[in-house]
């Protein structure tokens, strides 16, 4: 069973940084894109980032680049999105998902709450 | 960046009803769309991929079709665990991108 958990939501305050972590277990990872997915309060979904199996190639959306870094580590089954310079309007649960390409996002984590405020 | 808008946003029916929710993309992604469920405070679930094929476990109710601009989903013979959010998605191109949502609630 492909499970994917994320941790390291928490408050922070504007021009703060945190690091968002997700385990992957349940699949090949290293074999798999990955990305991840925010959705703020009460609002629709927006993806964020994507990564290729050995972390080669990254995309992200305009509203994240400069600030946020999607990385991932094979040897721990984990990926991570490092956000810097957080403002409030990245107030959102972060969603990490398997990407398998013609299928698309196949599987979610439950996702992780960042709060941006002072 | 590709824009994705669904219709209607939100959507009144009973139990036992058939429903069809819209997707429309700016410029043509061919079948790279994909349909989500969302119930409260819940993550996404994928439901459709490639426009029209379910993943794997998700129930035939559930039908997606379309190609090139226009879209649609059908979920047939309402229960009350399918009244959510649903979402479309296109991946043809970086930024992905999702609808705006339509909400399906028990009239």
């Given at each position: 069973e492909v499970q994917l958990v994320e941790s390291g939501g928490g408050l922070v305050q504007p021009g703060g940084s945190l690091r968002l972590s997700c385990a992957a277990s349940g699949f090949t990872f290293s074999r798999s894109w990955m990305g991840w997915v925010r959705q703020a309060p009460g609002k629709g979904l927006e993806w964020v980032a994507n990564i290729n199996q050995d972390g080669s190639e990254k995309y992200s959306v305009d509203s994240v680049k400069g600030r946020f870094t999607i990385s991932r580590d094979n040897a721990k089954n984990s990926l991570y999105l490092q956000m810097n310079?957080?403002?409030?309007?990245?107030t959102a649960i972060y969603y990490c998902a398997r990407d398998?390409?013609?299928?698309?996002?196949d599987d979610w984590g439950q996702g992780t709450l960042v709060t941006v405020s002072s | 960046d590709i824009q994705m808008t669904q219709s209607p946003s939100s959507l009144s029916a009973s139990v036992g009803d058939r429903v069809t929710i819209t997707c429309r993309a700016s410029?043509?992604?061919?079948?790279?769309l994909a349909w989500f469920q969302q119930r409260p405070g819940k993550a996404p679930k994928s439901l459709?991929?490639?426009?029209?094929s379910l993943q794997?476990?998700?129930?035939?109710k559930f039908s997606g079709s379309g190609s090139g601009t226009d879209f649609t989903l059908t979920i047939s013979s309402?229960?009350?665990?399918?009244f959510a959010t649903y979402y479309c998605q296109q991946y043809?191109?970086?930024?992905y991108t999702f609808g705006q949502g339509t909400k399906l609630e028990i009239k």
């Open positions: 310079s957080l403002r409030a309007e990245d398998t390409g013609s299928y698309g996002f | 410029q043509g992604i061919s079948n790279h459709i991929y490639g426009a029209s794997s476990g998700v129930p035939s309402l229960q009350p665990e399918d043809t191109s970086y930024p």
